[in-house]
């Protein structure tokens, strides 16, 4: 239909309307190019927090361990940055991260945590096996704390300068190569 | 006999979710009981992207932080609160990505105007033909 569009004079077809001929080919190869790439590059998995940059929200949180103090984001106003980590009982990550988490308490990094849908016990017995690097720990049952913060999943790890605001967000556990990253954007807090 | 023992061990099993050990967010599954709004609410709900099974929206996924999410956005759509309020919020913390309806972000123009476009094109094509036609009798 396109070529009898651009038909000339002499029945035969212009550069026009050979043109318009390949179109719709053209067209429909650089869609499925398109559509082939998306399909073959594996997904965006890592949502960040747009937080980053910004002030923490203000939150309080019941106490999630017995030997632990509740948190509440006044905690990290008080001029010394600190970390904070996201973390459950239930999540097996996070026991993986937790010999990171002890050396960076060893470094002298402050440390709090939220427990995401959490039970006191499971919290308790999880300290005990895995190790407690954490000064306060406050209890997110409903997750509305993590999705305030736009935390995505457990375990992530914000780090938040003596001011209040958000200076870094490490998704996922935190592995030995990440020690020396996370000490230094700590120090650079300050 | 062991292959069989083992099928049937299988009916009696209970799923394991590695997700939490707590019962669901109080209205993660129940409805608001005012159906206004809970019209509002789970139109909302399928807009929103889950963040753990990250092609699902929070209507149909089961994560448990979908949960969570239907229920905050069923008590804030209760106590008040607009769905594009919530949007607006969420988008605030997880970026474009946490929505399904296209924003009106400069770089969405283009998805915006190809209708135009595509009538445009379409009305350009009739018009010729009828020109043609006209000539041709």
């Known amino acids: 239909m396109a070529a009898e569009v651009a038909e000339n004079s002499c029945g035969g077809l212009g550069l026009m309307g050979r043109i318009l001929l390949w179109l719709p080919l053209a067209l429909f190869a650089a869609l499925a190019l398109f559509f ?11 949502i960040t927090s747009k937080l980053v940059g910004k002030p923490l929200p203000a939150f309080e949180l019941p106490q999630a361990a017995s030997d632990r103090p509740p948190l509440s984001s006044a905690e990290f106003a008080k001029g010394k940055p600190r ?39 499971d919290v308790d017995a999880f300290l005990a096996r895995w190790g407690n690097p954490y000064d306060h720990i406050g209890l997110d049952a409903r997750s509305s704390v993590q999705i305030a913060l736009g935390s995505s999943g457990v375990p992530e790890t914000f780090i938040v300068d003596g001011q209040g605001r958000i200076v870094h967000q490490h998704i996922g556990d935190i592995r030995a190569e990440d020690v020396p990253k996370l000490i230094a954007i700590w120090k650079g807090a300050q | 006999m062991k292959h069989i023992l083992f099928l049937f061990a299988l009916f009696i099993a209970a799923p394991i979710y590695a997700q939490t050990a707590l019962p669901p967010a109080p209205y993660a599954d129940r409805q608001l009981d005012d159906p206004a709004l809970e019209k509002k609410a789970s139109d909302l709900m399928l807009t929103i992207r889950c963040l753990t099974c990250q092609s699902q929206s929070i209507a149909d996924s ?15 759509i209760a106590a008040g609160e607009e769905p594009e309020q919530i949007r607006a919020w969420l988008i605030e913390r997880y970026g474009d990505w946490i929505s399904y309806e296209p924003t009106d972000d400069p770089l969405l123009w283009p998805l915006w105007a190809m209708p135009l476009l595509l009538l445009l094109v379409g009305g350009l094509l009739v018009a010729a033909r009828i020109k043609r036609k006209r000539k041709g009798t």
Do not use: T
């Not at chain 1, 239930?90 to 939220?114: F, M, N, R, T, Y």
């Not at chain 2, 932080?65 to 956005?73: E, H, V, W």
């Open chain 1, 36 to 46: 082939a790439s998306g399909l073959l590059r594996p997904d965006e998995r890592v």
């Open chain 1, 83 to 121: 970390m904070l980590n996201i973390f459950a009982s239930w999540c097996v990550p996070c026991a993986a991260e937790s010999s990171q988490l002890l050396a960076l308490e060893k470094a002298g990094v402050p440390i709090d945590a939220i427990a995401i849908r959490d039970a006191r016990e």
């Open chain 2, 62 to 76: 089961n994560a448990s932080m979908a949960g969570d999410l239907r229920s905050q956005i069923r008590e804030r």
